[in-house]
């Protein structure tokens, strides 16, 4: 075995990676492909540059990922420390002077006389991993050369090059004087039945499908300010991948006003309890998580900006208070099947020599990035060691992340840090802002 850990990637996670591994007197070979060579979205020579925002969310204990860098924060995150450092006024978010951020962790990474930076592409990572421990956090934007390695590694079919996906919400947020459980077609069972046996029986039954019914009326004032709404826009390199592999629901509604209700918000196959007849249109959420506590919008990918998601979104029938947890995205991005692939400490199940970290894992956001980078920094680090791997508790926003993105999950999609993957307390609270710090303080207390 080698005596130092090799990493591929000079992004967040990379650099945090690097950080962590070297603060543990293990010497580091970091490869950055720049400035060699530039990703579409790239421009500076600078280590853990920001393409994005400059925000890295807010700092409040209240808030997911304000808990998730407090964590950080008290695991000695190098990243996060510098992010402090040059934090710029934002109110109560973490905002970053984005130059002096990417300077300074340069400059960190290039002081410390454990870690060497090889500029240099990788497009050939067999032999690195020959007798030698990787991790591989080349980001959402890995490079064709890389991209067609890492999917000799872990199988054609489990590599995305692109992020289409829909909104996630959480169901305590659903309104049930509304909402109904079941699947298409499931209703037609009823026909024997009385409306209060059939919704007995709805209950019991299998509950992976939430649908949400829309009246005419309902129906015409969400499309009108769908089809209104504002979007992102793309990168011109983004465009035609995307647009060829999933149309987003909003430039689906623009080819008429029926074409969603003939697609994703058909109403066949099922009975509004209310009424006891078919609504006019129909919305279907399906679950996204093994305990049932969060939901996606089906057919729902969309590339309006995240206010607009949730000011549209929010006129659907029983959505109105809708907690969303993840907004819907579509964009070029790089990530593996992680939950068939990773375990808990993103180790690659095939080749235990091999981590992956970053956005490539699945993991959503700059903070999560950098988290991810941490948590496979530490754990390879472990294994050259010679020592056992830490998981972190899934009751901490870290260890969540982590079981996550290695849970089975045939609807997998990049997922940032929420209060919807923490397990449940052990009692009910309403008030969110106290469950909230109530989630915060016991994942402190576990971390």
Same mark, same amino acid.
């Given at each position: 075995?080698?005596?130092?850990?090799?990493?591929?990637?000079?992004?967040?996670?990379?650099? @945090?990676?690097?950080?962590?591994?070297?603060?543990?007197?293990?010497?580091?070979?970091?490869?950055?492909?720049?400035?060699?060579?530039?990703?579409?979205?790239?421009?500076?020579?600078?280590?853990?540059?920001?393409?994005?925002?400059?925000?890295?969310?807010? *700092?409040?204990?209240?808030?997911?990922?304000?808990?998730?860098?407090?964590?950080?924060?008290?695991?000695?995150?190098?990243?996060?420390?510098? +992010?402090?450092?040059? +934090?710029?006024?934002?109110?109560? /978010?973490?905002?970053?002077?984005? %130059?002096?951020?990417?300077?300074?962790?340069?400059?960190?990474?290039?002081?410390?006389?454990?870690? @060497?930076?090889?500029?240099? @592409?990788?497009?050939?990572?067999?032999?690195?991993?020959?007798?030698?421990?990787?991790?591989?956090?080349?980001?959402?934007?890995?490079?064709?050369?890389?991209?067609?390695?890492?999917?000799?590694?872990?199988?054609?079919?489990?590599?995305?090059?692109?992020?289409?996906? /829909?909104?996630?919400?959480?169901? %305590?947020?659903?309104? =049930?004087?509304?909402?109904?459980?079941?699947?298409?077609?499931?209703?037609?069972?009823?026909?024997?039945?009385?409306?209060?046996?059939?919704?007995?029986?709805?209950?019991?039954?299998?509950?992976?499908?939430?649908?949400?019914?829309?009246?005419?009326?309902?129906?015409?004032? =969400?499309?009108?300010?769908?089809?209104?709404?504002?979007?992102?826009?793309?990168?011109?390199?983004?465009?035609?991948?995307?647009?060829?592999?999933?149309?987003?629901?909003?430039?689906?509604?623009?080819?008429?006003?029926?074409?969603?209700? !003939?697609?994703?918000?058909?109403?066949?196959?099922?009975?509004? &309890?209310?009424?006891?007849?078919?609504?006019?249109?129909?919305?279907?959420?399906?679950?996204?998580?093994?305990?049932?506590?969060?939901?996606?919008?089906?057919? !729902?990918?969309? *590339?309006? #900006?995240?206010?607009?998601?949730?000011?549209? =979104?929010?006129?659907?029938?029983?959505?109105?208070?809708?907690? =969303?947890?993840?907004?819907?995205?579509?964009?070029?991005?790089?990530?593996? *099947?992680?939950?068939?692939?990773?375990?808990?400490?993103? *180790?690659?199940?095939?080749?235990?020599?091999?981590?992956?970290?970053?956005?490539?894992?699945?993991?959503?956001?700059? $903070? %999560?990035?950098?988290?991810?980078?941490? $948590?496979?920094?530490?754990?390879?680090?472990?294994?050259?060691?010679?020592?056992?791997?830490?998981?972190?508790?899934?009751?901490?926003?870290?260890? +969540?992340?982590?079981?996550?993105?290695?849970? &089975?999950?045939?609807?997998?999609? &990049?997922?940032?840090?929420?209060?919807?993957?923490?397990?449940?307390?052990?009692?009910?609270?309403?008030?969110?802002?106290? #469950?909230?710090?109530?989630?915060?303080?016991?994942?402190?207390?576990?971390?």
């Amino acid at each position: 075995m080698k005596d130092y850990i090799t990493i591929i990637g000079g992004g967040l996670a990379g650099t @945090e990676a690097a950080y962590q591994i070297a603060k543990r007197g293990i010497k580091v070979k970091l490869y950055e492909m720049k400035p060699q060579k530039y990703s579409p979205a790239h421009s500076s020579q600078n280590l853990a540059e920001i393409v994005c925002s400059n925000s890295f969310k807010s *700092n409040l204990h209240t808030n997911a990922c304000g808990l998730l860098k407090e964590e950080l924060r008290k695991l000695d995150s190098l990243l996060i420390k510098i +992010a402090d450092e040059t +934090a710029v006024p934002a109110g109560q /978010a973490l905002a970053v002077d984005r %130059e002096k951020f990417s300077e300074e962790v340069t400059k960190k990474i290039k002081e410390n006389p454990l870690i @060497e930076i090889i500029n240099q @592409e990788v497009t050939d990572i067999e032999n690195i991993i020959n007798d030698g421990i990787v991790i591989i956090a080349t980001g959402p934007l890995t490079s064709d050369g890389l991209s067609k390695e890492i999917s000799k590694l872990t199988g054609e079919d489990k590599l995305y090059f692109y992020d289409a996906a /829909a909104p996630i919400v959480t169901k %305590e947020s659903i309104d =049930f004087s509304i909402a109904f459980y079941g699947d298409r077609y499931s209703q037609e069972k009823k026909k024997e039945e009385t409306i209060e046996e059939w919704m007995e029986r709805q209950e019991k039954e299998e509950k992976s499908y939430i649908n949400l019914p829309m009246n005419k009326e309902e129906y015409e004032t =969400f499309y009108n300010e769908l089809i209104n709404a504002e979007i992102v826009q793309l990168h011109e390199f983004e465009k035609r991948e995307i647009f060829e592999g999933c149309m987003p629901v909003e430039i689906m509604a623009k080819r008429g006003i029926d074409t969603l209700r !003939f697609g994703p918000l058909k109403p066949v196959g099922f009975d509004d &309890p209310r009424t006891a007849k078919r609504p006019y249109a129909l919305v279907q959420l399906r679950q996204d998580d093994s305990q049932a506590s969060i939901y996606n919008l089906v057919g !729902f990918q969309t *590339n309006l #900006k995240f206010g607009e998601q949730k000011r549209v =979104f929010s006129l659907i029938p029983g959505l109105a208070n809708a907690e =969303f947890v993840k907004y819907g995205v579509m964009h070029r991005n790089t990530y593996i *099947n992680s939950p068939k692939l990773l375990d808990n400490t993103y *180790n690659f199940k095939a080749n235990k020599n091999i981590f992956f970290a970053g956005q490539i894992t699945g993991v959503e956001g700059y $903070v %999560e990035s950098i988290c991810s980078g941490m $948590v496979a920094g530490i754990n390879a680090s472990q294994m050259l060691q010679e020592k056992e791997k830490i998981t972190f508790n899934e009751k901490t926003m870290i260890g +969540a992340l982590a079981k996550y993105i290695s849970t &089975p999950n045939e609807k997998f999609q &990049p997922m940032n840090a929420n209060f919807g993957i923490l397990p449940e307390l052990d009692r009910k609270i309403k008030d969110k802002k106290l #469950k909230y710090a109530t989630l915060a303080d016991r994942a402190l207390e576990n971390l």
